[in-house]
C-alpha cells in the first residue's frame, strides 16, 4: 500500500519561497509518476509539478514553470516542491500523489490516474 504525507506549507509573503515535501513508503520510483497538485477554494485540482524516474519525464504546469523545482530523494523515498517567487494565485491546498502505472506525458495532470494521495498542506501566499 502506497502512503504519502506532505508538510512544508504555511503563511509565505508575496515573492517569498517554500519547500513542500512528501514522504512515502510502498512505491517504487521507477514504476510511478511521483507529483504535486494543488487544489485552491472554487476551483479544480491541477497538476503542479511530477515526474516520472523511469523515463525521466517532468511536468511543470505552466503557471509554475522557472518558479518551481521537483526534486527527490529515492534513499528516502521523499520527494520535494520548491517554489520561489510566490504569488497570492499560489495560494491552495497542495498534495502529493502517487500513479502506478506512471501515466504518458499527454495524461500525466489526470487526477484520475492518481490512486494514492496524501493528506494535503495549505500554502497561504499574504500580498
Known amino acids: 500500500e502506497v502512503q504519502l504525507q506532505a508538510s512544508g506549507g504555511g503563511l509565505v509573503q508575496v515573492g517569498g519561497s517554500v519547500i513542500l515535501t512528501c514522504a512515502g513508503s510502498?512505491?517504487?520510483?521507477?514504476?510511478?509518476?511521483i507529483g504535486w497538485f494543488r487544489q485552491a477554494p472554487g476551483k479544480e485540482r491541477e497538476g503542479v509539478a511530477i515526474?516520472?524516474?523511469?523515463?525521466?519525464?517532468?511536468y511543470y504546469a505552466d503557471s509554475v514553470k522557472g518558479r518551481s523545482t521537483i526534486s527527490s530523494d529515492h534513499d528516502k523515498n521523499t520527494v520535494y516542491l520548491l517554489m520561489i517567487g510566490l504569488k497570492p494565485e499560489d495560494t491552495a491546498v497542495y498534495y502529493c500523489?502517487?500513479?502506478?502505472?506512471?501515466?504518458?506525458?499527454?495524461?500525466?495532470?489526470?487526477?484520475?490516474?492518481?490512486?494514492?494521495w496524501g493528506q494535503g498542506t495549505q500554502v497561504t501566499v499574504s500580498s
Open positions: 500523489a502517487a500513479a502506478d502505472p506512471a501515466p504518458p506525458l499527454s495524461l500525466i495532470t489526470d487526477t484520475t490516474l492518481f490512486a494514492s
Open positions: 515526474f516520472t524516474s523511469g523515463d525521466g519525464t517532468t
Open positions: 510502498g512505491f517504487s520510483f521507477p514504476d510511478h509518476a
